[in-house]
């Protein structure tokens, strides 16, 4: 499913990456979830990502608080890093992966009122794909951790099941650039369009 899920995002060409990434960003800038949120997670987007930027951008503007995650390789762990200037308090890491730089200061996981949750694959139940290192369903088991968790996707990133285990932490919402699927994980999902 990753390899399948891979492939259609790369067969995308930029200018549809570009238009797509404009209108989830707006439906994720209007949604409940960010409206709500006083401190919100957001990631770098890497490559065959929606681009995110303006979400962070906006909640800079806004006054909110933006975390970002910064990797520890060496623990395999995801820490929320503060960002206070995008792009410039980011560094390129392995991989090329974006983060915030080591002396930008950790937040507290509590405060974290929503975090903005990258996938290859989403399902209507609550299902990630992620991409194998389990950095988020780890992170998302950080005790105190309360935050909505809000996958971001295009519409082909929708699948009808994802594969999981326990292990597997799940989100509570999936935005597109054309609905909101809130999970139901007792039964079916509700998509709201528009």
């Known amino acids: ?32 979830f960010v409206r709500a949120a006083k401190v919100v997670m957001v990631f770098a987007p890497m490559r065959g990502e929606a681009d995110v930027s303006p979400i962070i951008e906006g909640a800079l503007e806004s006054g909110r608080v933006v975390v970002l995650p910064w990797i520890d390789w060496e623990k395999r762990e995801l820490i929320a890093r503060r960002v206070m200037r995008y792009p410039d308090d980011l560094e390129t890491t392995r991989g090329g992966l974006r983060q915030p730089r080591a002396t930008c200061a950790a937040a507290e996981v509590g405060s974290i009122d929503m975090v903005v949750t990258p996938g290859l694959g989403f399902d209507g139940y609550g299902g990630r794909l992620g991409r194998g290192g389990g950095f988020y369903d780890r992170f998302f088991a950080t005790p105190g951790l309360t935050a909505a968790r809000v996958g971001v996707a295009f519409d082909a990133q929708i699948v009808d099941r994802v594969p999981r285990d326990e292990r597997d932490a799940l989100v509570d919402a999936v935005i597109t650039p054309t609905r909101t699927i809130v999970a139901d994980v007792s039964g079916a999902p509700d998509t709201q369009t528009g």
Do not use: I
Not at 13 to 19: E, M, N, T
């Open 1 to 32: 499913m990753r390899r399948a899920l891979t492939r259609s995002l790369d067969a995308l060409s930029p200018d549809d990456v570009a238009a797509m990434s404009a209108r989830l960003c707006q439906r994720v800038l209007t949604s409940e």
